[in-house]
């Protein structure tokens, strides 16, 4: 006896924006490798229900000065090349990382409040250093992301860098200094579907075209509020695939900022001997973090021990395999 | 428009245009047709003419079509019978104005003359358009010429991100030297870009500057382009850049452009002196980018907005501004400039001795730490916002009129009277009380300063530690000034505060201050749903109640009580993409229910297709949903045909057996739940109150401390339904706390819900 099944495919009347980061010598810029993500007609990897063109890509954060925050494990794992963004992002590269997020932390005005000239130089050195696109995110301090993002994104002119944080205190400068120099950037608000939605409105008011933004819902850790962010990017992509035209941008998380920051990656002090092994658990901490992510809709995940990046990649090539293909 | 400008307008483009056609074919003749044209370090050719006619003029040759352009645009003058209007013969005047110039600075600059020469002028800052130019003076000092690529991506950047508001462009020469200086100064003030052009009689702007020694270049944010008014097109080729580079559009998208120019670049002329033909026709120019122009001399005027956001053409005599001397003069003018253009002022900081922040909201200040109080049970203060015209009040001024307080003794009270002027072309009259309630949470902010009650039970207390610190009367106009400019500056452009406590004076002002608030209140009530064509959502809380949308009517408040239509009306204004977004009522489907069209579509779309019909009016059909931030909790109570309100502050048993917070569980969430429903408690005293159920009638139970805190307007609303006694007739937590204690309240009371139509 044959039962027939119902089809059960939803019909989505929106697409993902194509974003394309990094640019070859044919662009105008230097790249050996350019990313494009986004592009899905469906919820994450419903292959049998849409396109899924683009497979997401795994970022790797790489900063300008040595964090002293930083785990133990990080700090190991990486050696002497954290002091050098250069030898940092090359051996990145190395370890399969598809996009370099340089984070131009000693602007900050507590970690060397260093300004635009040396941002400048760091972003020629990490160029070089790497034929992988970039992100360039500032210290996070509205003022200080002014100064250096504005003058990264000249030095990075052609480049088609990411430009990281675009939030609702700062978007204006950071989005001109996107339009004069012809890059993309990170428009972020805090797990909220409607401030999402109402950045990317005003980001679009100063005409930066729709495929030149992308979108960090901020996301949490593991077992730190991580189905609450879950869901709202399960939110943000079901609004963008029934039609809302504000919020049809590919999605980055910071799954290696947040993992590490959880107790369970960091340290292993004053934990109980059942946690298990400290390396493992921490890498499984920040590869599952990401992973989760990547089930709601995250497009370019944003990681930090070297260890996670295959873990990650092998979820990613596992879930872009169609069932039977 | 105005027949006198047009004239001269028309007239001076003919005359330019064609002064700028034997330029260029004498500068062929002499150099050739190939001979290259370009403005130095721009990737933009000659940018006005790229903007406007999409033509990429590189040589001679291609100049000449340029200028064959501009003559096309030309029109003849108007007819002294001719009685159309011939603004649009103007501004294409205008814009061969403009073609025409920026040819003649293209020939100049081929023939090695620009920028030009100025003896004594050395520009601070790199000026990289500026090299050393065959012509300079005897010292090589010269003017700045255009501006180049990488400046205007400097300053192009802050023009987008608003840090600087716009560029002035001034042509001509000032009234005396000071003026020009005060002048130039109050625009640095404001972080406005000064270019200079033009002369009168030979004199310009750049020379008094010069004279007065005041520094000029890309670092001091004044840019000396040319002492004649030709090179003035420099600013519009700035402004044309900002548009291509920053608004992603390209050569001949001129419409785009302009429209670009009008609402970003907040950019004026400012015409100091004689204004000749030219100077009128490029006028006509600037006002095609949405540029007005202001005069320092006596000129005709043209009023209406248009092609401009407000005024065209303003007309301000220099000797007829009020003040003492020309730097008072010039701070005037220059205000008024940025009224027409529509400048916001930006305030960032509260200037005041104490500490200010929003942490310091909840600070109660003890009759032992107080030093002085206004209001309270000894004296008397009020606080009354009204909005002015822009003309009657002076931006910034922030008067005490009366003693301070000195002589009242440690501890003592006097009474004080907060008279808040505001002015803007967005203000309406209904926006008062917005403005007004809100000088509660922002006298709170100060550190030491505790504010309570609004209107004319306002009650003020002074720490002593705050008066120690140096905490005076006059600080409360000053919070006053920097919090309106700085939330409301969308809506506002001037506000002065005047603050009375010379007892003749008070009793005046609180005469006029009650008769506002009375007639507010009337308006108030006047306004009905159905006197309005839009209604407002607010979807502030999606952010936890992700389908749950607020409609909110003049009759029926948010559910939080935070939001009524005006508030929402404002917010809107004020943030145009914000949560609350206006809702056009759209076809009535059910007057009673309270159920349209528009509220239907726009719940259904904000809910991500989760409610499709909502009543506005009902709490037993489609009632509205919750977000969780409801004030109060209305409640069916079946056995007793009607329903219960309970109060958030109220954490008694309810005859519905469950308390306020294991109801709120199920109210909230977004979920619509006939028979539930949560509301802001003002809405109870509202004629809309659940009217297609039957009304404020239905209440058979509510909370004592609703009962308290709204005594007045309850008792109001009783007799406005025709039964005085009502609330007494209305149980609360001290007379029942479940249905059982209810029906035999009810029952004894005689509450007219028992003798209702059936609730189901």
């Given at each position: 006896m044959s039962v027939a099944m119902p089809n059960v495919n939803e019909t989505w009347t929106g697409k993902i924006l194509e974003v394309t980061l990094g640019a070859g010598p044919d662009k105008g810029g230097t790249r050996g490798k350019t990313v494009t993500v986004g592009g899905e007609t469906t919820l994450p990897f419903l292959h049998f229900e849409g396109e899924i063109p683009n497979k997401p890509v795994v970022a790797v954060e790489v900063r300008d000065r040595a964090p002293d925050d930083w785990s133990e494990l990080l700090v190991k794992a990486w050696g002497d090349s954290l002091k050098d963004p250069a030898a940092w992002a090359a051996k990145a590269e190395g370890l399969g990382a598809e996009i370099i997020a340089l984070s131009l932390d000693s602007a900050h005005p507590e970690r060397g409040n260093t300004g635009a000239k040396e941002a400048r130089e760091t972003v020629r050195q990490v160029l070089k250093?790497?034929?992988?696109?970039?992100?360039?995110?500032?210290?996070?301090?509205?003022?200080?992301?002014?100064?250096?993002?504005?003058?990264?994104?000249?030095?990075?002119?052609?480049?088609?860098?990411?430009l990281g944080n675009c939030e609702e205190k700062n978007y204006r400068t950071v989005v001109a200094a996107a339009l004069a120099n012809n890059q993309v950037v990170i428009a972020k608000t805090p797990i909220d579907v409607n401030l999402a939605k109402q950045l990317n409105v005003l980001i679009g008011d100063m005409r930066l075209d729709r495929d030149r933004i992308l979108i960090d819902p901020t996301t949490g850790a593991l077992g730190y509020g991580l189905e609450y962010t879950y869901s709202v990017m399960e939110r943000v992509r079901l609004a963008a695939l029934t039609g809302d035209s504000a919020l049809q941008q590919p999605l980055i998380v910071t799954a290696g900022y947040e993992a590490w920051r959880a107790k369970e990656a960091r340290t292993n002090d004053g934990v109980p001997t059942q946690w298990g092994d400290w390396a493992k658990r921490a890498v499984l901490w920040e590869a599952n973090t990401a992973v989760t992510l990547l089930e709601t809709g995250a497009d370019i995940l944003v990681l930090r021990h070297p260890e996670t990046i295959p873990l990650v990649k092998r979820a990613i090539a596992g879930l872009m395999t169609r069932a039977g293909a | 428009m105005s027949r006198y400008i047009a004239k001269a307008a028309i007239r001076g483009a003919n005359l330019i245009v064609g002064e700028a056609e034997q330029m260029v074919e004498a500068a062929v003749a002499e150099l050739g047709a190939s001979t290259p044209v370009a403005f130095t370090n721009t990737a933009y050719h000659l940018p006005v003419i790229l903007g406007f006619t999409g033509m990429e003029v590189d040589n001679l040759g291609e100049l000449r079509e340029a200028v064959a352009y501009a003559k096309r645009l030309l029109n003849a003058m108007p007819g002294e019978s001719l009685w159309l209007p011939y603004l649009g013969e103007t501004l294409d005047a205008g814009a061969a104005t403009l073609l025409a110039t920026e040819a003649i600075e293209a020939v100049r600059f081929a023939r090695g003359l620009q920028p030009e020469p100025i003896p004594g002028l050395h520009l601070t800052g790199t000026s990289f358009t500026s090299p050393d130019n065959n012509g300079g003076g005897a010292d090589g000092g010269h003017a700045n010429g255009p501006i180049d690529d990488i400046q205007l991506r400097a300053w192009g950047i802050q023009l987008v991100d608003g840090r600087m508001p716009g560029f002035a462009a001034i042509i001509g020469a000032a009234r005396s030297n000071e003026a020009a200086v005060s002048i130039v100064r109050e625009l640095q003030k404001r972080n406005i870009l000064v270019f200079l052009s033009g002369n009168v009689n030979g004199r310009s702007i750049i020379h008094q500057l010069m004279e007065e020694g005041v520094e000029m270049g890309y670092d001091t944010y004044i840019v000396p382009f040319g002492t004649d008014t030709i090179s003035a097109i420099y600013a519009l080729g700035f402004a044309t850049r900002s548009a291509l580079t920053f608004g992603g559009m390209s050569g001949g998208q001129t419409r785009d452009i302009l429209l670009y120019n009008k609402y970003r670049v907040f950019a004026f002329a400012l015409a100091l002196g004689e204004v000749d033909d030219l100077k009128y026709a490029a006028a006509a120019g600037a006002i095609n980018y949405g540029f007005p122009v202001i005069a320092d001399t006596l000129i005709p005027q043209i009023l209406p907005s248009g092609i401009t956001s407000y005024e065209h053409v303003i007309s301000m005599p220099f000797d007829d501004i009020p003040g003492d001397n020309d730097t008072e003069r010039a701070r005037r003018l220059v205000q008024r400039c940025m009224e027409v253009r529509g400048v916001k002022i930006k305030i960032t900081d509260v200037p005041i001795p104490v500490p200010y922040g929003s942490a310091f909201e909840g600070e109660r200040i003890r009759k032992a730490d107080m030093r002085v109080e206004f209001g309270g049970s000894k004296a008397q203060a009020f606080e009354y916002l009204r909005s002015v015209g822009l003309d009657e009040i002076e931006d910034g001024k922030i008067e005490v009129v009366g003693p301070g307080f000195d002589d009242v003794p440690e501890g003592g009270a006097m009474s004080l009277g907060i008279v808040v002027e505001v002015a803007g072309r967005k203000m309406q009259e209904d926006f008062e009380p917005v403005l007004e309630r809100q000088t509660h949470y922002w006298v709170n902010g100060a550190s030491g300063i505790q504010h309570i009650g609004q209107r004319d039970i306002t009650w003020i207390r002074l720490s002593k530690a705050a008066v120690d610190k140096g905490f005076q009367i006059k600080n409360l106009g000053d919070i006053l000034y920097a919090r309106l400019h700085a939330d409301f500056g969308a809506i506002l452009d001037k506000v002065a505060v005047t603050i009375y406590t010379d007892p003749d004076k008070f009793q005046e002002w609180l005469a006029k201050a009650r008769e506002a608030y009375q007639a507010r209140n009337v308006r108030l009530a006047d306004m009905v749903d159905e006197s309005i064509e839009e209604f407002y959502s607010c979807t502030l809380c999606q952010s936890f109640a992700p389908n749950h949308v607020c409609v909110i009517s003049p009759e029926r408040l948010g559910l939080c009580g935070a939001y009524n239509?005006?508030?929402?009306?404002?917010?809107?204004?004020?943030?145009?993409?914000?949560?609350?977004?206006?809702?056009?009522?759209?076809?009535?489907?059910?007057?009673?229910?309270?159920?349209?069209?528009?509220?239907?579509e726009f719940a259904y779309q904000n809910t991500h297709q989760t409610v499709e019909r909502v009543t506005l009016y009902s709490i037993m059909q489609d009632p509205m949903t919750a977000c969780g931030c409801f004030e109060c909790i209305a409640v069916v109570i079946p056995e007793a045909n009607g329903v219960m309100v309970v109060s958030r502050e109220d954490p008694s048993m309810t005859p519905a057996g469950m308390t306020f917070s294991t109801l709120a569980g199920v109210a909230g969430g977004g979920l619509q739940t006939p028979g539930m429903m949560g509301v802001g408690k003002y809405y109870l005293l509202s004629r809309k109150f659940i009217s297609a159920d039957g009304g404020f009638k239905r209440i058979v139970w509510m909370s004592s401390v609703l009962k308290g805190m709204m005594a007045d307007e309850l008792k109001g609303v009783c007799e406005r339904e025709g039964d005085p006694d009502l609330l007494d007739k209305i149980a609360d937590e001290r007379s029942a706390t479940t249905v059982e204690e209810l029906l035999p309240f009810l029952e004894e009371h005689q509450h007219p819900a028992l003798a209702m139509d059936p609730i189901f």
């Open positions: 250093a790497t034929s992988l696109p970039l992100i360039i995110y500032g210290p996070g301090q509205p003022d200080k992301d002014n100064e250096v993002l504005v003058a990264a994104a000249e030095e990075a002119a052609g480049e088609r860098v990411a | 239509w005006l508030d929402c009306k404002a917010s809107n204004q004020i943030n145009p993409t914000g949560p609350n977004q206006p809702i056009p009522k759209g076809i009535c489907l059910d007057p009673v229910f309270g159920v349209w069209q528009g509220s239907n």
